[in-house]
């Protein structure tokens, strides 16, 4: 992008009759920004510091039914279920990562779209549909029992319903993470360090264990930290497959157990589990490598494979993928036109539809507006206060959205009443639960859980526009609305873009915030999967799941546009 883009004759069309009249504009705009800057990270926070105060309140006997049945079992499921999938895709994502940039073989351009797709998958998703594959007289044992006997078909199928059932089926659908950073990383590195590595003997398997692996580690810390996120954020896959998580645990001590004092407890020994994974992320980007030489800035050239070898590095990179989303896609599709899903459409899943698109669509522009204004307030003026203000905004994806639906409970109830009591102080009748009545809550909700999407991709775009543009527009003249709608509006388009697709999906596919905060009587796609689930009968749900795929599939596919980049020379 070029500043041939605009033109500063084109400026001056903007121009009014004198100079002060902008300066004050600019200082009202950029405090504007500022303000609503401010009022984003009050947002985001007002969650944590929720659940703070609901954990100060005294929360009777709980706590030694906790201590005894709950608390135990809960952190060591959690600790193994975070342990097991951040191993599991770490092998897969750092393994196909290393062979997709490293090699080339029939159908890996095929490959390059495929391998993110299971992040269209939501974990639940999975999980209902391996659960329901692999149980007694499910299609995997109708299939074995074809050939065996009864019980040895029983004897060969695994237990799903356990912990390492769940870490494989979680673990299958959130892969891309670290794959997509790793690749990232892998195909960007400089071929002078493998070349010196072979210079002094080292083989194939050494340069990537000493070389391409401690290179990647800053981009497999990211990739296993957002996996660990996610992780910590399931509750449905987890819950459905017997596994009592921390979420799980604070899922039932709030609506089973009736504590909400104790389920914020529970909150926040979650909270500390999060900082400790972003304070390990850190630590694995320390003195992050450098991967390219100014010397010999080209990057390795991928090695040509044919025969035997060809075929294992196409079953290596496309057994993730089979597993992880054709599997499930497939099992959806025959479950909906099995059962007629098509034919006899049912009339409720157009409300559910329009509820998951509506929340999605409200909590997208809402998010990419404060977004917009929490970067342009750091544009204009990049000092500490706006860079950890735009820094807290970015920090509610590390939340669970079931911490963030406990800690928007009471300050969602508070705004309620306030209302209400101001309607009476009129004389007006009590307007009830505007916020929670309406599906504002849910709305609040996910602008705070994926705010960090629309602001890390709007700096992003805003990074490589050039500050000259800034200088140039202002040496003309220009306020900064002239400076937002001409300059930075159309250059930062296709970030915007990205962002909007990017976060309308993961607000389609948010399961624990929607769960909890959705009004009474009305249904997301993901919620009634989740109440088919709850009585048995997942397959009737197989059309839901599927829109909740197409949906998906699309954004998920976009990524592949920044996978691959053309090797170096020999």
């Not at 029983?154 to 659908?173: Q, T, Y």
Request: glycine letters at 8%.
């Amino acid at each position: 992008m070029t500043t041939d883009l605009w033109r500063p004759s084109s400026l001056k069309l903007e121009e009014t009759k004198g100079a002060r009249p902008r300066s004050r504009g600019r200082a009202h705009a950029g405090r504007a920004a500022t303000a609503i800057a401010i009022a984003t990270a009050i947002l985001v926070a007002a969650p944590v510091i929720s659940i703070v105060s609901l954990a100060l309140q005294p929360a009777g006997d709980v706590w030694h039914d906790l201590i005894n049945y709950v608390l135990p079992a809960a952190l060591r499921d959690t600790a193994l279920l975070l342990v097991g999938v951040g191993a599991l895709t770490l092998l897969i994502g750092a393994g196909t990562a290393w062979v997709m940039s490293r090699h080339d073989f029939p159908g890996r351009g095929m490959l390059l779209w495929l391998m993110p797709l299971p992040l269209a998958i939501p974990t639940y998703l999975a999980a209902y549909v391996y659960a329901d594959l692999f149980e007694p007289l499910g299609l995997v044992h109708r299939t074995l029992a074809i050939w065996l006997p009864l019980g040895d078909a029983l004897g060969l199928l695994p237990n799903l319903r356990s912990l390492p059932g769940a870490i494989f089926v979680i673990g299958l659908v959130l892969y891309p993470y670290v794959y997509l950073a790793a690749r990232a990383t892998f195909q960007v590195q400089s071929a002078e360090f493998a070349e010196a590595a072979t210079t002094l003997g080292a083989g194939r398997w050494t340069i990537f264990w000493r070389v391409s692996l401690p290179m990647a580690r800053p981009a497999l810390a990211v990739g296993v930290a957002l996996v660990a996120l996610e992780t910590l954020n399931d509750i449905g896959a987890s819950e459905y497959l017997g596994i009592r998580t921390l979420t799980v645990s604070i899922f039932t001590t709030w609506l089973n157990r009736g504590s909400l004092a104790g389920a914020a407890q529970l909150a926040c020994l979650m909270l500390a589990i999060v900082a400790g994974l972003i304070a390990m992320e850190r630590y694995g980007r320390r003195n992050a490598s450098i991967a390219f030489s100014a010397e010999s800035p080209h990057v390795r050239q991928r090695t040509p494979l044919s025969g035997a070898r060809a075929w294992i590095a196409f079953a290596v990179c496309v057994l993730p993928v089979l597993i992880g989303f054709v599997v499930p896609l497939s099992y959806l599709a025959h479950q909906a036109l099995g059962r007629g899903l098509l034919t006899n459409f049912d009339p409720l899943l157009w409300r559910h539809t329009f509820h998951s698109f509506a929340f999605a669509a409200l909590a997208t522009l809402m998010a990419l507006m404060l977004a917009l204004a929490t970067t342009i307030a750091h544009r204009f003026r990049p000092d500490p206060l706006r860079y950890l203000v735009m820094s807290i905004a970015q920090t509610g994806y590390a939340l669970p959205g079931l911490v963030i639906a406990l800690g928007l409970l009471t300050p969602v109830l508070a705004v309620d009443n306030a209302m209400s009591v101001v309607a009476a102080w009129i004389g007006r009748s009590s307007p009830g639960l505007i916020l929670v009545g309406s599906g504002m809550a849910v709305v609040i909700a996910y602008t705070i859980r994926f705010l960090a999407v629309p602001v890390g991709m709007i700096k992003a775009g805003f990074d490589s526009i050039p500050r000259d543009y800034d200088e140039s527009a202002r040496t003309v003249g220009a306020g900064q609305a002239v400076m937002l709608r001409q300059i930075y509006l159309p250059l930062l388009r296709p970030a915007m873009l990205g962002a909007v697709i990017v976060m309308f999906v993961d607000c389609l596919k948010e399961l624990p915030a929607t769960l909890l905060l959705r009004p009474l009587n009305v249904e997301t796609l993901s919620t009634s999967i989740y109440q088919f689930a709850s009585r048995g009968n997942f397959e009737d749900g197989a059309l839901a799941a599927l829109l909740i795929v197409a949906a998906s599939i699309g954004p998920v596919a976009w990524l592949t546009k920044f996978s691959d980049v053309p090797s170096g020379p020999a």
